[in-house]
């Protein structure tokens, strides 16, 4: 619900406020006083483009604000997905600079035009007589069977069940692409494991067998510089454990004769003990260096084997390899498998499939048979609005399941005898449109929570009962939804909870369009010039006051 509107420095318009009723809010005025130029500054709110062509005064800056109360709009996940706080007060403005600069604003945050588009179209509803925009789409029309029939549980579960479909559908369509990939990989996927698994490869292998190898080509000369150290550790006359010996006895005899040589007696303790040491090992590994030139090749060609291998995957450590391995092991195995999981694939879809056409079905029957009762109600309301004549039909046909079901509608209409209901692209005139647009929402008002009203003139043309039956369904309307009507009528006009008169002021340099809430009794006195002109008789008068007294 619009609770005011404030506009400045736009067009005609230098500063201007509106407080609409919750309710039905008329607004008159002259032709070219300003009325329209309301309309595009309510359009720019909502999210239309906009130019310095609109700047009443060319130096300064043009601002629109409006105040909404959200109310049961539900749009507290449109503000979460937008990053937006959300509050039940929301405030909208819109910037024009001089320089043709445009800026949006939800609750002081900065918008793009997308997200104000976005907003504003579940905030306000400009209808015209020119403004035929949704009525003709079949996403509209289908949108309002729905709203009409009352739908909303019949087409969340089918939603969730298409939701279920498409993913099912998607799932096994990437599984078949993948297939086919591993299909075509396969006999080479095949030929590389056969290739790395007859290695039986293990970890840190390669530095073991480079170790050996090492070993292995150079046993010989090894072997000898080993037996050439232990002979010079272990010669009976000048090996170094006999020389060792000596030294130890003279060593215990000083420790003997004075206790300062105990320390270095245990020093060369740990030396002799270390030197003893090294000789085992060196008679130890002597007895393991074999000159063993058959394992010195099997050697070699192991690990010609995994550089190979290295180099062809481009890799540098068996670790590397036994990954790729695990790898093209998976890639094998669900090549081997995959007739069962593309199966299993299929049957789900089968049954995300068929859940998703029972539940379509269910939509439809719903939908369908509200057709009757929805084209009855309407005619029965054209023909109230001055439109005998007129014959709708809802023209259905069922389609792949969608987004919004598995129907395809399309209203067919006529206003005129004789002649068979088609597309309304094609049959109605501005003002026919207008007012099966208006019957529509006046149906529509009461199974949905509707965005603010604006009637713009669309009671051009008619008059007389037909006016008072529309600006009854207004009346209707406005019982549970808000409603702006701009209005040429004083029948339409005197039935509002407020009246608001648009005029031009010439009193300074530049002409200006201003707005007045008019009081009781100036209300009278513009309903009567409406009726009879500038200088209104007392009749005119009176009849005004019998029309506000209605």
């Known amino acids: 619900?619009?609770?005011?509107?404030?506009?400045?420095?736009?067009?005609?318009?230098?500063?201007?406020?509106?407080?609409?009723?919750?309710?039905?809010?008329?607004?008159?005025?002259?032709?070219?006083?300003?009325?329209?130029?309301?309309?595009g500054a309510v359009g720019m709110l909502l999210g239309k483009r906009a130019d310095t062509k609109s700047l009443l005064h060319e130096d300064q800056k043009c601002i629109i604000e409006g105040v909404f109360e959200l109310g049961n709009y539900g749009l507290e996940l449109f503000f979460e997905e937008q990053d937006l706080d959300y509050e039940s007060t929301c405030i909208i403005r819109r910037e024009i600079s001089p320089s043709g600069k445009s800026r949006s604003f939800v609750n002081d945050t900065p918008v793009l035009l997308d997200v104000l588009k976005s907003l504003g179209a579940h905030l306000m509803d400009v209808h015209s007589q020119h403004d035929t925009l949704q009525l003709g789409e079949g996403?509209?029309?289908?949108?309002?069977?729905?709203?009409y029939a009352q739908t909303s549980a019949e087409l969340a579960s089918y939603r969730l069940k298409f939701n279920s479909f498409q993913?099912?559908?998607?799932?096994?369509?990437?599984?078949?692409?993948r297939a086919l990939e591993l299909q075509k990989e396969a006999d080479f996927n095949q030929f590389q494991l056969d290739e790395l698994s007859v290695l039986s490869l293990k970890e840190n292998e390669q530095a073991e067998l480079e170790s050996e190898q090492e070993?292995?080509?150079?046993?010989?000369?090894?072997?000898?510089?080993?037996?050439?150290?232990?002979?010079?550790?272990?010669?009976?006359?000048?090996?170094?454990?006999?020389?060792?010996?000596?030294?130890?006895?003279?060593?215990?005899?000083?420790?003997?004769l004075a206790h300062m040589f105990k320390t270095v007696e245990e020093r060369f303790e740990s030396v002799h003990i270390e030197l003893r040491d090294i000789e085992e090992t060196l008679g130890s590994e002597d007895d393991k260096v074999e000159i063993d030139f058959e394992r010195l090749d099997e050697t070699r060609d192991r690990l010609s084997k995994i550089y190979q291998l290295q180099k062809k995957h481009g890799v540098n450590s068996v670790g590397e390899l036994m990954e790729l391995e695990k790898e093209l092991a998976d890639k094998v195995f669900q090549v081997q498998n995959l007739d069962e999981t593309l199966q299993n694939a299929k049957l789900a879809l089968d049954e995300a499939e068929k859940q998703v056409q029972e539940a379509g079905k269910t939509l439809r029957k719903k939908r369908v048979n509200s057709f009757q009762a929805f084209q009855s109600e309407l005619e029965m309301l054209?023909?109230?609005?001055?439109?005998e004549n007129s014959k709708v039909v809802m023209e259905h046909k069922a389609v792949?399941?969608?987004?919004?079901?598995?129907?395809?509608?399309?209203?067919?209409?006529?206003?005129?005898?004789?002649?068979?209901?088609?597309?309304?692209?094609?049959?109605?005139?501005?003002?026919?449109?207008?007012?099966?647009?208006?019957?529509?929402?006046?149906?529509?008002?009461?199974k949905v929570a509707m965005p603010t009203l604006i009637f713009d003139e669309i009671d051009t043309g008619i008059s007389g009962e037909v006016a008072l039956k529309m600006v009854g369904m207004m009346k209707e309307i406005a019982r549970k939804h808000q409603v702006i009507c701009i209005t040429h009528l004083p029948q339409v006009a005197g039935q509002g909870d407020l009246h608001y008169f648009v005029y031009k002021d010439n009193s300074?340099?530049?002409?200006?369009?201003?707005?007045?809430?008019?009081?009781?009794?100036?209300?009278?006195?513009?309903?009567?010039?409406m009726i009879a002109g500038a200088s209104p008789s007392a009749s005119a008068v009176e009849s005004a006051r019998e029309l506000l007294s209605r």
């Open 400 to 446: 792949a399941p969608g987004p919004a079901g598995m129907d395809e509608l399309e209203l067919l209409f006529s206003a005129n005898k004789g002649s068979a209901p088609q597309p309304l692209k094609k049959v109605a005139s501005g003002g026919e449109f207008s007012r099966l647009l208006f019957a529509i929402k006046y149906i529509m008002a009461d």
């Open 382 to 387: 054209l023909k109230g609005l001055g439109m």
């Open 215 to 256: 070993i292995l080509e150079n046993a010989e000369e090894i072997k000898q510089k080993i037996q050439e150290m232990l002979h010079l550790f272990q010669d009976e006359q000048y090996g170094i454990l006999h020389g060792m010996a000596q030294v130890q006895q003279g060593m215990q005899s000083l420790s003997r």
């Open 1 to 39: 619900m619009l609770k005011s509107l404030s506009i400045s420095n736009y067009a005609l318009i230098d500063q201007l406020h509106m407080q609409p009723s919750p309710g039905l809010s008329m607004i008159t005025g002259e032709t070219g006083s300003g009325k329209s130029i309301m309309l």
């Open 139 to 147: 996403s509209y029309q289908l949108s309002l069977i729905d709203a």
């Open 508 to 529: 300074s340099a530049k002409t200006v369009s201003k707005i007045k809430l008019l009081d009781p009794e100036e209300r009278v006195q513009e309903l009567a010039k």
């Open 167 to 177: 993913k099912a559908k998607k799932e096994y369509a990437e599984l078949s692409k």
